[in-house]
């Protein structure tokens, strides 16, 4: 069982796989999921997972998708007759980029599971779509960091000059 989404974002591909791609940081903007811990080698990950907004459970996911800045995605299984697979795809438009969100249940029980749910997992991943969206629109309005970013000088420090 397959679900995608598709919407526009206003904002360059690479800055949108550079925010799915920063794991620790889902926790300041996912609905549902939260990354614990990342292994050295990058392709696997401790992710905790609220299911139907009540149970909390534990699982490692395998990142498998990590094509910069195009894919990012990642496959969990909760047993071996389930396996979830999870991705963004990034596509560049004129005014930004659209994003293609797509949820496929595997397995025996991936399959029941999926079908019997598809109303709830098409209404998680609008919530998970929507908070992914207002994080890129506050990202956009953040002024860049770095060396070349103001820094703000109390009035009473700033020295007096007379011309």
């Not at 990342?38 to 996911?61: D, E, P, T, Y």
């Not at 998708?65 to 697979?85: A, M």
Request: charged letters at 30%; one cysteine or more; hydrophobic letters at 35%.
């Amino acid at each position: 069982m397959v679900e995608e989404t598709v919407f526009a974002a206003p904002i360059s591909q690479l800055r949108i796989w550079s925010l799915l791609s920063d794991l620790p940081t889902y926790r300041q903007w996912h609905p549902h999921y939260r990354f614990m811990r990342r292994c050295q080698k990058g392709c696997h990950a401790q992710m905790s997972r609220l299911f139907f907004n009540w149970r909390r459970i534990r699982m490692w996911v395998k990142i498998e998708s990590e094509e910069k800045p195009r894919v990012f995605g990642w496959t969990s299984k909760l047993s071996s007759l389930c396996r979830i697979n999870e991705r963004y795809v990034i596509v560049p438009t004129q005014g930004g980029a659209d994003i293609q969100h797509i949820v496929e249940f595997k397995g025996v029980l991936g399959e029941i599971a999926g079908r019997l749910s598809r109303r709830e997992i098409r209404e998680e991943m609008a919530q998970q779509d929507a908070a992914l969206l207002k994080a890129l629109k506050k990202q956009t309005l953040r002024p860049p960091r770095g060396k070349g970013q103001l820094k703000l000088v109390p009035a009473s420090t700033r020295r007096r000059t007379n011309d």
